[in-house]
């Protein structure tokens, strides 16, 4: 079982940058693949980003991909979010997520908000 807790969220001006990190607790952090995710208000929660255990192999939403960037440090249990060129439309709030290989997203945390002013 793994723990989640997200930090790094704000506001932010359209066209800015924000850094998201994801704090894991629990045994064995580098078998799990990690996960961003967001719900905006009124909307279902989308998928933004997701990280295989070693950091080697990385996905992205259409929507964000070549603005934001995930990474991880498995020394450190932690897992990032950079996220550029921020637009309007990526407010919301984000969750990390952790899965194990061959199963669903089953460890979330709280989830971080993000406000991106236009």
């Known amino acids: 079982q793994v723990q989640l807790v997200e930090s790094g969220g704000g506001l932010v001006q359209a066209g800015g940058s924000l850094g998201l990190s994801c704090a894991a607790s629990?045994?064995?952090?580098?078998?799990?693949?990690m996960g961003w995710f967001r719900q905006a208000p009124g909307k279902e929660r989308e998928f933004v980003a997701a990280?295989?255990?070693?950091?080697?192999?990385?996905s992205y939403s259409d929507s964000v991909k070549g603005r934001f960037t995930i990474s991880r440090d498995n020394a450190k249990n932690m897992v990032y979010l950079q996220m550029n060129s921020l637009k309007a439309e990526d407010t919301a709030v984000y969750y990390c997520?952790?899965?194990?290989?061959?199963?669903?997203?089953?460890?979330w945390g709280q989830g971080t908000q993000v406000t991106v002013s236009s």
């Open positions: 997520a952790a899965r194990l290989i061959n199963s669903e997203y089953r460890y």
């Open positions: 629990g045994r064995s952090f580098s078998n799990y693949r």
């Open positions: 990280i295989n255990w070693t950091g080697g192999s990385t």
